[in-house]
């Protein structure tokens, strides 16, 4: 592994900012003295590769792909945010190896999904996807057949996280009453309970929504055995993995009545574009609600991801913290010591590299005031305070070592 460093100060960094991400992001990270270069194009791999040349840092969403190619012909680049949730854009393992941090925004539009699923339980309660069809028709459905309030009404979730829980709030308000199930024991909010199983959840609730990621335990967890188990005439809610919910299974229930309905925005198969089609077997059926994994597209959840992961780039540019990265050991760390300089150094996590990094300081005749050490199955990840007259010295022996990735100066010099 070639040696690789940055021996820059935390402010004027070169960022550059792709695909239209929120001007909020730019603002921030200008406020604190960075370079922002902002693109509004997903960049093809060659322009990209000719950017990520000039610049330290790059932001992208999900059109942007950084292969592991890409990635080691980089060596200015010490730092990547995905300004989305998913991550699987980037080569995760090959960044990690070469001490590069990936930051997303995982919770930015946790409130966007919980909103629209509260609008669709009241959506299907009513039918109101079918009678709008109808009106803009010309037909005029006017009857209170199948239509009811949902005030008193059993809503499970499956999934208590974020979403989930987010959820239960504001269903509660509705006069809904909540129960959920988790495999994690969760703290109940308000009035709501946890269930002990999934079959329990499924026997007593007249709506169910989904909130759980995409695991093994989770694909195919709503078959036609557990559709089966819920209440006749029930509806179902998937806004979170198109692989949580059997599609076939589903689409009979609906037509064989046993459930009243379904509101469904993610697929098992979804277009890569908005110019592709899009088909699923649950088009045309009654009281079904199709949307095209919108859950957590609001322009208030773009802004939140532009602000969230600025500021991550923001402390790991400052203070070295490292936390929220989904690729990286992560270290929290306190404000940096008065008089003292902020070192942090990447390795290859194998004995010894803090012993020869503690001789150097030692050698030099400093003095370290803090430091922290995390490590993954690869690399590790030190952030010392250093007394030191010779800083760049310092740095110089630290990044020579035959274990270092990458070495940079961080915060106040
Ligand atoms: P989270 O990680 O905060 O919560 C997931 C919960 O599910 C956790 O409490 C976990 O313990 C639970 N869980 C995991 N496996 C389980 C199982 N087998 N049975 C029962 N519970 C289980 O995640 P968050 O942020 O609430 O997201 C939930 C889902 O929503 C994810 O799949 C995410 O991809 C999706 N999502 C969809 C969006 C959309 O646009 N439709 C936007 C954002 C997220």
Redesign the pocket.
Known sequence: MSSATSTVKSSGRKILLLENIHPVAHEALRKEGHEVTAISHSPDREELSRLLQTHEVVGLRSKTRLPAELLQKAPQLSLIGCFC?GTDQVDLATANSLGIPVFNA??S??R??AEMVLAEVIMLARQLGDRNMAAHKGQWLKSAEGSREVRGKTLGI???????SQVSVLAEAFGLRVIY????K?LPLGNSQSVET?AELLRRSDFVSL?????R??RG?LGAAEIKLMRPGAALIN???GT?VDIPALAEAIRSGHLSGAAV??FPEEPASNSQAFKSELQGLPNVILTP?????TLEAQESIGLEVAASFISYLRDGSSLGAVNFPPLSLPQQHAGAIRIANVHRNVPGVLGSINSIVSDLGANILGQALATDERIGFVVMDVEVQEAHELLRRVEDLPTSIRTSLLGQV
């Open positions: 949730i995982p919770y539009n946790t966007s999904v499956v999934g208590y996280g974020h979403i989930g199930y988790d495999v994690v969760k999934l909130h759980v990621p995409d695991t335990a989770t967890m806004a979170s993995r949580v925005d993610v994994h919108i859950g957590g597209s």
